[in-house]
């Protein structure tokens, strides 16, 4: 498997989840196998029902699979007991489609929130945060409420508190589909920055082929709860093996934005 | 107005405030870890636990069913417990205590259950447990809810304490029966009624305008 000399920070190996519903058992992941490269920015997409939101919960088993294994970091998350892991999501950073920010908080306190949950002192946490918002420019707006920011300002507030807690994981489902284009484009750039500062590991997962094409080192296709393909975003984009993957490549190609969106963002 | 009138009136006054705010406060600090349980019990929530769940909701239920003279009634041998008498504002405080503590409970857990799931779901994924979830996510997150319901619950109980006044618990209630009814008084009637209104309207626009403030729009 191709991890450019990596070694691996998200082992994902037969993960399969099923959920019982009334009208009977519906298999969301049927057996995904994959290895995440440390430091790597790596895409899934998928069209809607795939099997995407699923596949990121797994990773830090805000669903537990039901049958498979699941490694970060070098630590095997299906085996932990509750306590360990409750400890080992705090390595694993999160951000959110729509946010999911404290309204009862400011931007300040919503950063603070994981290092109050995980026990720091109120000086570190102090130093910490403010850290965290200069590093996506939120220094001034940080005595703000969510409902007094913009969605592209919620959704830096957002990943500044995914980043606070030092994860070596970052996991992002659908982080720029609540944004408009060019607040979409601010963000790619700001979790590009992210990788290049401190070689944090990005999971993007997303249903627009423009984010894999601008933010990506490799991506994976995933349809039907199954990986149809993956490889290194350029490979992919060349030579396209599965039906879906030539959708989305088109689909991305008819918007005329595919050179331009590769061209602007390496 | 007479000296003799503003005096039973003032005096009423109070009395109703003491009737009311110990009660409310009692039964808030008792209906809030209810209306947390029975919310982190209820299916598909937090821990959920059926048998607990079914227990304490109809508990509650029973008793939010009790038509309130009833209760009040229902309740005198408690409250001779309790208070050693089963007349008075003190002997007042019990029945609207016990009346208002699972409407409370009620408002919290539906609060509590208004509360996107997506923080829930954000603070999990950093690693809180269902205590944290409760204490730094669910119950701030549903203050300016929790502080409306209970403007209600305050506004229910006033009109209980009225209530509670014409069986020998004080406050206006009792005045507006001892007076403005037995003995014809329609002055002390009417003031009665006004105070009552000026106080209901205080209390809402009180809390309106708190859990307006909570909200951080
Ligand atoms: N809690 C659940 N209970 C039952 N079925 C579920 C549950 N969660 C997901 N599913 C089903 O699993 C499948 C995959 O869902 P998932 O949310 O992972 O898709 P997705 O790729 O994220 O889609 P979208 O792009 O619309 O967000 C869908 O068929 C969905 O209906
Ligand atoms: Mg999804």
Redesign the interface.
């Known amino acids: 498997m191709y991890l450019d000399g990596r070694i691996p920070m998200i082992e994902l190996s037969g993960v399969e989840k099923r959920f019982a519903t009334p009208s009977g058992e519906v298999a969301a992941l049927r057996g995904v196998d994959l290895r995440i490269g440390s430091g790597e920015i790596f895409g899934i997409i998928g069209k809607s029902g795939a099997g995407k939101s699923t596949l990121v919960r797994c990773i ?1 088993l ?1 669903e537990r699979p039901s049958a498979g294994r699941v490694n970060v970091a070098g630590r095997e998350l299906t085996t932990l007991g509750s306590g360990a ?6 390595e ?1 950073g ?1 951000v ?1 489609q ?1 946010f ?1 920010l ?4 400011t931007a300040y306190r919503n950063v603070a ?2 290092l ?3 026990g720091w002192r109120p000086r570190r946490i102090a130093e910490r945060v403010l850290e965290v918002l200069e590093f996506v420019d939120l220094l001034e707006q940080r005595d703000r ?4 920011l913009s969605g592209g300002q919620k959704q830096r507030v957002g990943i500044a508190r995914a980043l606070a ?1 030092r994860p070596s994981v970052l996991l992002c489902d659908e982080a720029t589909s609540a944004l408009d284009p060019q607040t979409t484009a601010s963000i790619l750039a700001l979790l590009k920055r992210i990788n290049q500062a401190i070689g944090l590991t990005i999971l993007v997962i997303t249903h627009e082929m423009g984010v894999v094409a601008s933010l990506c080192d490799r991506v994976a296709v995933i349809e039907d709860g199954l990986v149809v393909e993956q490889g290194p975003v350029a490979e992919l984009f060349a030579q396209p093996r599965s039906a879906t993957t030539r959708d989305f490549v088109t689909a991305l190609e008819g918007m005329g934005s595919v050179t331009r969106t590769l061209r602007v963002a390496r | 107005m007479s000296h003799e009138l503003f005096a039973l009136l003032a005096e009423s006054l109070q009395q109703t405030l003491i009737m009311v705010s110990v009660a409310l406060a009692i039964a808030t600090a008792l209906g809030v870890p209810l209306g947390v349980i029975l919310n982190a019990a209820a299916p598909g929530q937090l821990l959920p636990n059926a048998p607990v769940y079914r227990v304490l909701g109809a508990i509650v239920n029973a008793t939010r069913s009790t038509p309130f003279i009833i209760l009040m009634v229902a309740l005198i041998p408690l409250t001779r417990i309790i208070v050693g008498t089963s007349i008075g504002t003190p002997a007042a405080v019990v029945p609207l205590t016990i009346a208002a503590t699972p409407f409370i409970a009620r408002i919290v857990e539906a609060a509590l259950r208004d509360v996107d799931r997506g923080l829930v779901e954000a603070a999990q994924a950093m690693g809180a447990t269902p205590w944290q979830i409760v204490v730094k996510v669910l119950l701030p997150e549903s203050l300016p809810a929790t502080v409306a319901g209970l403007t209600l619950a305050a506004v229910a109980m006033i009109g209980y304490s009225a209530m509670a006044g014409a069986v020998g618990g004080g406050g206006l209630g009792d005045l507006a029966i001892r007076y403005g009814y037995e003995r014809f008084r329609a002055d002390v009637m009417a003031a009665t009624v006004a105070i009552l209104i000026a106080l209901v309207q205080l209390v809402q626009s009180g809390g309106d305008a708190l859990a307006r403030r909570l909200k951080h729009t």
């Open positions: 830090n805000l892991l409750l400890e080992a999501r705090r694993i999160m959110f729509h999911n404290l309204a009862s908080r929130l994981p109050e949950l995980a409420y969510p409902a007094q807690a």
